[in-house]
Nanobody, 123 residues
Framework: EVQLVESGGGRVQAGGSLRLSCVASGIRIDDKGIGWFRQAPGKEREGISC????????EYVDSVKGRFTISSDKVKNTVYLHMNSLKAEDTAEYFC????????????????WGQGTRVTVSS
């Protein structure tokens, strides 16, 4: 059974940092694309970053570029999202999802999702 388990969320003040983890089991991430998505209260889920372990490329949406860093530990089968300079607008439930590559990882078609971890940033 494939599982993705996120952790690392919490409450932090604006300007602070958090590191989210997405641990995969039942599947190897070595040749997959793993993305981080978030859903703020009352808003739609959005993709914010992806790492493609096929070619070690990363992608970010503009709103997190320069503040968030995605990384992958293939030995631990884990993907991290390092979040710095957090803002109130980063408050959301954060999810990881997996597919064969970042190019096809899509909000509506991704087959594997974690249960989410909540991030609250107070201003």
């Amino acid at each position: 059974e494939v599982q993705l388990v996120e952790s690392g969320g919490g409450r932090v003040q604006a300007g602070g940092s958090l590191r989210l983890s997405c641990v995969a089991s039942g599947i190897r991430i070595d040749d997959k694309g793993i993305g981080w998505f978030r859903q703020a209260p009352g808003k739609e889920r959005e993709g914010i970053s992806c790492i493609d372990n096929n070619d070690d490329t990363t992608e970010y949406v503009d709103s997190v570029k320069g503040r968030f860093t995605i990384s992958s530990d293939k030995v631990k089968n884990t993907v991290y999202l390092h979040m710095n300079s957090l803002k109130a607008e980063d408050t959301a439930e954060y999810f990881c999802a997996l597919d064969w590559s970042c190019a096809i990882l899509d909000l509506n078609t991704a087959g594997y999702w974690g249960q989410g971890t909540r991030v609250t940033v107070s201003s």
